[in-house]
């Protein structure tokens, strides 16, 4: 149990489109989702973390603007990247918590985006 | 921001060796996590810990959460090439649903 899915798993667009990335947890019902954002070479960076129905709480330094976090519901959440620029290229997990197992975070298996 | 040392930055073994990693914080945790991350995918977590000096085993892997909840350590025991990946341990403090992770130990095994 515990699976995380987000879809695509890999997109390349154009500089000054917007990306839409979504993250689902496929049999449990999350309380809270996570995003990061990973450098090659390096560790997770959270972005923002994101509950159902409510707003996205992001990180400090983090654009909310750009980076737009929609938790529709306990199962879906999607990160838009708005206006992409080539230095928005990386690679973004997202990651779930399971209600009453809020100590425990699964990932999903990333997406890789990269801005021409 | 917080920090976990995390050590060592890589390794490289052969086959069959046993292979042990370390994190080491200045702040107090609530519980460990360690993860195995594999190229281009999402992290797995590979065991939780949620006691001080609790000591757990997932086949031959054994983590541990150390007395004074500042650090953790975890092994692996006969490794074998698929135990190949990046390998990260991540704390999270009381109260609180967001993880500090290490920077991650990468781990190479010849055959």
């Known amino acids: 149990g515990a699976v995380v899915s987000q879809h695509p798993s890999r997109v390349i667009c154009k500089s000054g489109t917007s990306v839409k990335i979504e993250c689902r947890s496929l049999?449990?019902?999350?309380?809270?989702m996570f995003w990061y954002r990973q450098f090659p070479k390096q560790s997770l960076m959270l972005m923002a973390t994101?509950?159902?129905?409510?707003?996205?709480?992001?990180e400090q330094g983090v654009e909310k603007d750009k980076f737009l976090i929609n938790h529709a519901s306990l199962t879906l959440s999607t990160l838009t990247v708005t206006s992409a620029h080539p230095e928005d290229s990386s690679f973004y997990i997202c990651?779930?918590?399971?209600?009453?197992?809020?100590?425990?975070?699964?990932f999903g298996p990333g997406t890789r985006l990269t801005v021409l | 921001g917080q920090q976990l040392n995390q050590s060592p930055q890589s390794m490289f073994i052969q086959e069959g060796e046993d292979v042990s990693m370390n994190c080491t914080s200045s702040?107090?945790?609530?519980?460990w996590l360690w993860y195995k991350q594999d190229p281009g995918e999402g992290p797995v977590l590979l065991i939780a810990?949620?006691?001080?000096?609790e000591l757990t085993s997932n086949g031959r892997l054994t983590a541990q959460f150390g007395i004074t909840r500042k650090d953790s350590f975890l092994n692996i025991s006969a490794s074998i090439p698929s135990d190949v990946g990046i390998y990260f341990c991540?704390?999270?403090?009381?109260?609180?649903?967001?993880?500090?992770f290490g920077k991650g130990t990468k781990l190479t095994v010849n055959p």
């Open positions: 990651s779930a918590t399971r209600q009453g197992w809020a100590d425990t975070q699964y």
């Open positions: 049999d449990f019902q999350a309380t809270t």
């Open positions: 994101s509950n159902e129905g409510s707003k996205a709480t992001y």
């Open positions: 702040s107090i945790f609530n519980t």
């Open positions: 810990l949620y006691k001080a000096g």
């Open positions: 991540a704390g999270q403090f009381k109260g609180s649903e967001k993880l500090v």
